[in-house]
């Protein structure tokens, strides 16, 4: 798989432009709880199905600490998500983690970002 920095670049800059329309929308009619807990949802399950994936290629499988922390806070990211989407969206408690948790997500995709703008590389994966 050989993803040139522009196609990565492109992706992480429309996945950030995403998170903000989300955020726009969700405060303008007034469904915000609901369009950041899917935003959660896909975007741990993308980075777990990424992780996976990345794992059935591997043929030496050693497991970093790093990975195996955020591979585990992905899956509670999840988890939640479904908790709060399950108790019809009623707990103040998720909503405040799904919007800290959404605003982590932002900010790693910003810094991300800046690092690869800032950076030349090769390849990246």
Not at 9 to 38: A, D, H, Y
Not at 41 to 51: H, K, T
Not at 70 to 89: K, Q, R
């Amino acid at each position: 798989m050989n993803i040139s920095d522009r196609q990565i670049k492109i992706g992480f800059s429309l996945l950030l432009i995403v998170l903000v329309l989300v955020l726009v929308l969700g405060i303008v009619i007034n469904e915000l709880p609901f369009l950041i807990t899917i935003t959660n949802l896909v975007l741990s399950g993308s980075i777990i199905f990424y992780w996976l994936l990345r794992q059935i290629r591997k043929k030496v499988h050693y497991f970093e600490v790093r990975e195996r922390v955020v591979f585990c806070l992905e899956a509670f990211v999840g988890l939640s998500a479904i908790y709060f989407m399950y108790t019809h969206y009623k707990d103040q408690w998720m909503f405040v983690t799904q919007s800290i948790i959404f605003g982590i997500h932002a900010i790693a995709i910003l810094l991300f970002l800046i690092f690869i703008w800032t950076f030349k590389m090769k390849r990246l994966f």
